[in-house]
């Protein structure tokens, strides 16, 4: 029989997973919906009291469930995000902006991606029932109001450079009107000939450029014939591009690339072929992610504020949640109007040959 051992044993206790917070709340000597105001981050409990609070959920180690939480307050302070990617700059800065909005309303994010499958989206959003109080979906391949109509159950959403119709909320960029600009401008820096890399077909902001270009060559440079190569947004369908475009004999003057990615995999072909751009060809791209002011030359390119883009669709999802629950908006004047849309500013760098025009925004 061996000795009983005189080590004292520990006085700590494993948190049980039936502890509620109705035991928090019996413990501290307050209501369940005092801890509830706690725990949300609401300022409206005395300063002692959420001491206390504090003091019994850290010693009893409470964390709700989820499902539980909601139950209790109608809030679980989660943001789904669906996007087509999570790769690259774009992408980057968006969730940068979204983000930084979501940090500032103590809120969290749950983040997805599709890659432009309708069902997979569908499927992603169903996961996310019960888990998120709003959606920010950004589904540039597809019909928003189809997806919409698919979902079993109603949430707020908003949507982000899609396809929208039927009054649905969206934040978008006026990707028609930057196309036309830039077309524009290589037209005033004495281009005569301007070929297109465009994205992929069934893309909503790929259709709008290249809609964009075909408009203005046809407005500035009339019986201009269109020269279009297809690109997939990526650096390497712009490479591809790039070097069927140093190929070809006669060569254009210009080039108006759908995105900045696309640009720069161009810009790199160029190089390799032996060209000097803007000298012998010039290039200018579409989004103004943070690589295109130190690539070189630099590249000129329309602007996006990509993270405003981001900031601006939360705080809407955040609109449309207070709503729905009832309560006072803290910034009313995000709900109008249904469609936002953000103006692209032309950015004038030195891939676009600008010393033969005047000077529009050099940054």
């Given amino acids: 029989m061996s000795a009983k051992s ?26 369940v919906a005092s801890v509830s105001r706690v725990m949300n981050g609401h300022d409206n409990v005395q300063a002692e009291t959420r001491a206390r609070i504090q003091a019994v959920i850290e010693r009893m180690r409470y964390s709700p469930h989820l499902g539980a939480r909601e139950l209790i307050t109608r809030r679980s302070r989660i943001i789904g995000v669906l996007l087509p990617d999570l790769h690259g700059e774009f992408f980057s800065e968006l969730i940068r902006g979204i983000d930084t909005a ?17 069902a997979e989206m569908v499927a992603a959003i169903q996961s996310m029932r019960g888990r998120v109080e709003g959606l920010l979906i950004m589904a540039p391949h597809l019909d928003a109001s189809g997806i919409s ?55 909503f902001d790929s259709h709008e450029r290249r809609r964009g270009y075909e408009d203005e060559l046809a407005a500035s440079l009339p019986g201009a014939r269109a020269l279009i190569l297809p690109g997939d947004f990526g650096e390497a369908s712009g490479h591809a591009a790039g070097c069927a475009l140093a190929a070809r004999s006669p060569r254009p003057d210009a080039v108006f690339a ?19 751009v803007p000298r012998d060809i010039a ?8 690589l295109a002011a130190f690539v070189r030359p630099a590249l000129t390119t329309a602007r996006v504020h990509i993270a405003e883009l981001g900031r601006l669709a939360l705080r809407r999802v955040v609109a449309a949640i207070e709503l729905a629950l009832g309560q006072p908006l803290d910034e009313p004047g995000d709900l109008a109007p249904d469609c936002l849309t953000l103006q692209p500013e032309p950015v004038v760098r030195q891939s676009c040959g600008a010393r033969l025009a005047g000077p529009l925004n050099e940054k």
Avoid: W
Avoid at 10 to 28: G, L, M, Q, W
Avoid at 159 to 180: C, H, K, Q, T, W
């Fill in 6 to 31: 005189n080590t004292p044993r520990s006085k700590y206790v494993p948190r049980a997973a039936s502890i509620t917070i109705k035991d928090v709340a019996r413990e501290a000597g307050v209501s």
């Fill in 102 to 118: 979501a940090r500032e309303r103590k809120l969290h994010l749950l983040l997805s991606s599709a890659h432009g499958d309708a």
């Fill in 149 to 203: 109509e698919r979902l079993s159950e109603p949430v707020p959403m908003v949507f982000m450079n899609s396809r929208v119709e039927g009054g649905l909320p969206s934040v978008s960029i006026d990707s028609y009107s930057g196309a036309r600009a830039m077309v524009r401008h290589l037209v005033s820096c004495g281009h005569r000939t301007i070929a297109h890399i465009s994205g992929p077909a069934d893309n």
């Fill in 258 to 276: 759908a995105n900045d990615m696309m640009a720069i995999g161009a810009l790199s072909a160029f190089g390799s072929q032996g060209l000097e």
């Fill in 283 to 290: 290039i200018a791209g579409f989004d103004d992610i943070p």
